[in-house]
């Protein structure tokens, strides 16, 4: 059974930044894309940004492209999300999932970490 925990959401203003964490049980983390989703209150989940096995390719959702970086470390098993430049609809729960597809099919998610953006 995998885990997938994420960790490193809070509040913040408007302009801040945010790195989340998402660190992954199992021997084989780096055969699989790794990928971030959010959920906003009242709203469906959604698509964040996605990294292939070895961190070479990368897919960004419009609203966060040039905003978010999303990268990986094979040897720690974990993923990130730095986020940057945040704004007031950011906020939702933030969601790691494993080779997850942008539609939102995965193999595992994550418990969700809170990331507020107060303007």
């Known amino acids: 059974q995998v885990q997938l925990v994420e960790s490193g959401g809070g509040l913040v203003q408007a302009g801040g930044s945010l790195r989340l964490s998402c660190a992954a049980s199992g021997r084989t983390f780096s055969s699989y894309a790794m990928g971030w989703f959010r959920q906003a209150p009242g709203k469906e989940r959604e698509f964040v940004a996605r990294?292939?096995?070895?961190?070479?390719?990368?897919l960004y959702a419009d609203s966060v492209k040039g905003r978010f970086t999303i990268s990986r470390d094979n040897a720690k098993n974990t993923v990130y999300l730095q986020m940057n430049n945040l704004k007031a609809e950011d906020t939702a729960v933030y969601y790691c999932?494993?080779?997850?597809?942008?539609?939102?099919?995965?193999?595992?998610w994550g418990q969700g970490t809170q990331v507020t953006v107060s303007s």
């Open positions: 999932a494993k080779n997850p597809t942008t539609s939102g099919v995965a193999l595992y």
């Open positions: 990294i292939s096995g070895t961190g070479g390719g990368t």
